[in-house]
């Protein structure tokens, strides 16, 4: 099958608790729960999305006429240079990347020898043998994926409150404050309650403050 894919780029993890961890990411076009296009943004799903996912014109991107052309792409940002001992991680995020991430790109990914990562919202159920999941929940949403590596909650979201998730089975919890002009105030009600409930901990988008995309 064809693949849009909006970027491909070599970065530092900056989320969860991957973070500080080296990383292509490769960022899938399109989302169940937002178009992507300002214009739609009042009445989608997921109204604070923070990401450009549409089209396909960020760095590295554009159609893919095979899985093997994606894996190939990716693999050409990781560096050949780099640390032998250190698996080659990819992280599939979006927009939603399991709209697209299919059996087919998992294994061409694995053939490569890459740690597959996916982010995504939990609505729609992945191909097996990925390596990482993460989760980020989103109100107004049902959750095919309850089980996983890490949820990780943009907090605070009205209908999507930590307790409603506590009690799935994930490795780890995370909340991550809500970028935007309130964004110091949703800091410190993440810490507090991470502090009142110690099983979650806090996630700060560490790329944004270093500058990196």
Request: net charge negative.
């Amino acid at each position: 099958m064809p693949y849009s894919i909006k970027e491909i780029y070599y970065t530092i993890q900056g989320e969860g608790a991957n973070s500080g961890r080296a990383a292509v990411f490769c960022r899938f076009s399109g989302c169940n729960l937002w178009s992507g296009r300002e214009q739609d943004r009042a009445s989608a799903v997921c109204r604070f999305c923070d990401t450009d996912f549409a089209g396909t014109d960020g760095p590295g991107g554009g159609q893919f006429l095979s899985a093997t052309d994606v894996a190939q792409a990716v693999r050409s940002q990781w560096p050949a240079t780099g640390d032998r001992e250190a698996r080659p991680f990819v992280v599939c995020t979006g927009g939603e990347p399991l709209l697209q991430l299919d059996e087919a790109l998992l294994h061409a990914f694995h053939t490569w020898g890459a740690e597959v990562a996916i982010e995504t919202n939990g609505t729609i159920l992945p191909p097996p043998g990925v390596d990482w999941i993460c989760v980020s929940p989103k109100a107004g949403t049902t959750l095919a994926v309850n089980a996983g590596h890490e949820l990780k909650l943009i907090f605070p979201q009205p209908g999507a409150e930590p307790g409603r998730f506590a009690d799935l089975q994930f490795d780890e919890f995370f909340l991550q404050p809500m970028d935007g002009p309130a964004r110091s105030e949703n800091t410190r009600l993440a810490m507090l309650y991470c502090l009142e409930h110690p099983r979650w901990k806090l996630s700060l988008q560490m790329h944004k403050i270093l500058g990196l995309p």
